[in-house]
């Protein structure tokens, strides 16, 4: 399934794709595209996670999104400002309440780009540990 899932995406053909994805979980999804970005770090993996997008918003997606842009395709100009994007809306949509998703911004302002601001990770820290008082993440952070 994999090579022709790959086969699919690159070309362009998303309806076959999606025909082929369209009985996955979004865990099956996940690793079936990131195995295929892998192989291929062609823009238009990402593409497709966008065609899926646009056709329905879900936190799930937009965790593909956020990982496609730091795993595989990081290289890519504007990539993690592109994850940017996908780290804030799964936050938005889960209204601040998931550490997974908040740690997604620390994690983009802990990388030399530093897409996330001073100010902005300082706030999701403290939201981190207003969740979870023994978030080592969010304390060595604010320790700094």
Not at 10 to 30: Q, V
Not at 45 to 66: D, G, K, P
Not at 85 to 113: G, K
């Amino acid at each position: 399934m994999t090579n022709k899932l790959n086969e699919f995406i690159i070309k362009g053909h998303f309806e076959k794709a999606k025909e082929m994805t369209n009985e996955l979980s979004y865990s099956e999804l996940d690793g079936k595209l990131m195995e295929t970005a892998f192989k291929d770090s062609s823009i238009t993996n990402y593409a497709f996670i966008m065609s899926l997008l646009v056709e329905e918003e879900h936190v799930a997606l937009h965790e593909m999104a956020f990982r496609l842009m730091v795993v595989p395709l990081s290289y890519l100009d504007g990539a993690y400002y592109a994850a940017l994007y996908h780290a804030r809306r799964c936050v938005e949509l889960t209204d601040r309440q998931d550490i997974r998703y908040l740690s997604n911004l620390l994690f983009l302002h802990q990388i030399p780009d530093k897409v996330v601001s001073e100010e902005e990770a300082y706030d999701t820290a403290k939201r981190m540990l207003a969740l979870d008082p023994d978030h080592v993440l969010a304390k060595e952070f604010l320790n700094k």
